[in-house]
């Protein structure tokens, strides 16, 4: 059984960082491709970031320039670096692995999902 254990969310003010870390266990890291997704208050599930088993990477719109995702397969890792905070990215930020042959970064395409980490950002 894949497991997925988000960390490193907390409070911070607008214009501050945030490292957010995915560690992954149960399965062979690096034959997935993971992604980052958020969900605030009220609102649906939404794509972040994402790295494929190649390193190719994508962003959502709203965090191109702010947010870098890495991976680091010899520790089952998935990292979300979030520099210039906003408000607005507030919200439940959770990891997850893409089911094989997916190629897009939608919710139903992902299979395994960590229990997520807070962040909160004041203005």
């Known amino acids: 059984q894949v497991q997925l254990v988000e960390s490193g969310g907390g409070l911070v003010q607008a214009g501050g960082s945030l490292r957010l870390s995915c560690a992954v266990s149960g399965g062979t890291f690096s034959t997935y491709a993971m992604g980052w997704f958020r969900q605030a208050p009220g609102k649906e599930r939404e794509f972040v970031a994402g790295?494929?088993?190649?390193?190719?990477?994508s962003y959502a719109d709203s965090v191109k320039g702010r947010f870098t995702i890495s991976r680091d397969n010899a520790k089952s890792t998935v990292l979300l670096q979030m520099n210039s905070l906003k408000p607005e990215d507030t919200a439940v930020y959770y990891c997850a692995t893409r089911r094989r042959g997916w190629l897009s970064w939608s919710v139903d395409g992902m299979t395994y999902w960590g229990k997520g980490t807070l962040v909160t950002v004041s203005s």
């Open positions: 790295i494929s088993r190649s390193g190719s990477i």
